[in-house]
């Protein structure tokens, strides 16, 4: 078993043991709001956000991006289980933004091992086999964070099945303060009409 594997389960041992009421919470957020946010591992939505186990519903992915899945998600939240505000929430130093779609292309065309970057950009350790199949994935990269979370605030906005009486928030989490900086433009499209 590795180590990790074995602090994970040790981890939840203890948490197990002391889980108390938490297995009498409700199915549907306490707090009636859901976040949809970054994966990235500096991010503490609980901690950031004030939250609770309970509170309101966290959705993650690669950069917080606005993908068909994220909007499935904030639609099951709002339809089945009551959420009534969402927060689009990016954050500074994202590693969405050190690459494009082509770069991930060519990356995983070489070799599916892991990549580095350095000064001079992505480079692959060159043991193959790679495959194609990224040429078919819309990595959502980033160029501009205020630009992306616009972008995603206006998308899940204009999306067909979600109701325009839900306010959408839209903010950048910055790792080196902890602070939520909220978008202005982001909000504004956000609005619940």
């Not at 994966?39 to 993650?60: F, K, T, W």
């Not at 995603?152 to 979600?162: A, P």
């Amino acid at each position: 078993m590795s180590t990790i594997r074995e602090e994970v389960l040790r981890a939840n041992s203890q948490y197990a043991a002391n889980f108390g009421e938490k297995g009498k919470l409700p199915l549907p957020p306490g707090r009636h709001f859901a976040i949809l946010t970054c994966m990235d591992a500096r991010l503490d939505p609980a901690q950031y956000a004030g939250l609770a186990e309970g509170d309101a519903h966290v959705i993650r992915n690669a950069g917080g991006r606005a993908s068909d899945d994220a909007i499935r998600s904030l639609v099951i939240s709002y339809k089945l289980l009551g959420t009534r505000e969402w927060f689009v929430i990016h954050h500074t130093d994202c590693g969405m933004e050190l690459f494009t779609n082509e770069i991930m292309t060519d990356l995983l065309a070489s070799s599916l091992k892991t990549a580095s970057i350095d000064a001079n950009g992505w480079h692959d350790c060159g043991e193959g086999p790679g495959c194609s199949e990224g040429k078919y994935i819309h990595w959502l990269t980033i160029k501009n964070q205020e630009e992306s979370v616009t972008e995603d605030v206006k998308r899940i906005r204009n999306h067909s099945l979600v109701p325009k009486d839900i306010p959408i928030y839209g903010y950048i989490y910055d790792v080196r303060s902890g602070r939520l900086i909220e978008v202005d433009e982001a909000t504004q499209a956000g609005k619940a009409g």
